[in-house]
């Protein structure tokens, strides 16, 4: 059974950094795209960051590159997402996402519970 389980969310001050872990279980880590989703009531889903096995990320032209890095160690079977310089738009639930193949351009397949991250002072 496919099993991801989020941890690292909570509440930051704006400006201020957060790192989010993805564990993964019950596949083959190392042969998969994982994708960070964060989900928020006024916008929907959105697509944060791609990573493939390789470590090569792709992230939507208005994502929040540059202060949002997506990265994986393929001996722990994690991935994770550093956020910094985090605002209050950033706030929502973030998923971690388990990609059909090795491509960050095909559909996601499993996600895990979710972590909540609120921005405010």
């Known amino acids: 059974e496919v099993q991801l389980v989020e941890s690292g969310g909570g509440l930051v001050q704006p400006g201020g950094s957060l790192r989010l872990s993805c564990t993964a279980s019950?596949?083959?880590?190392?042969?998969?795209?994982m994708t960070w989703v964060r989900q928020t009531p006024g916008k929907g889903a959105e697509w944060i960051a791609c990573?493939?096995?390789?470590?090569?990320?792709?992230s939507p032209a208005d994502s929040a590159s540059g202060r949002f890095t997506i990265s994986r160690d393929n001996t722990r079977n994690t991935a994770y997402l550093e956020m910094n310089s985090l605002k209050s738009e950033d706030a929502g639930v973030y998923y971690c996402?388990?990609?059909?193949?090795?491509?960050?351009?095909?559909?996601?397949?499993?996600w895990g519970q979710g972590t909540s991250v609120t921005v405010s002072s």
């Open positions: 996402t388990k990609g059909l193949s090795n491509s960050c351009y095909e559909a996601l397949g499993a």
């Open positions: 019950g596949f083959s880590f190392s042969n998969y795209a």
């Open positions: 990573i493939n096995s390789g470590g090569r990320t792709t």
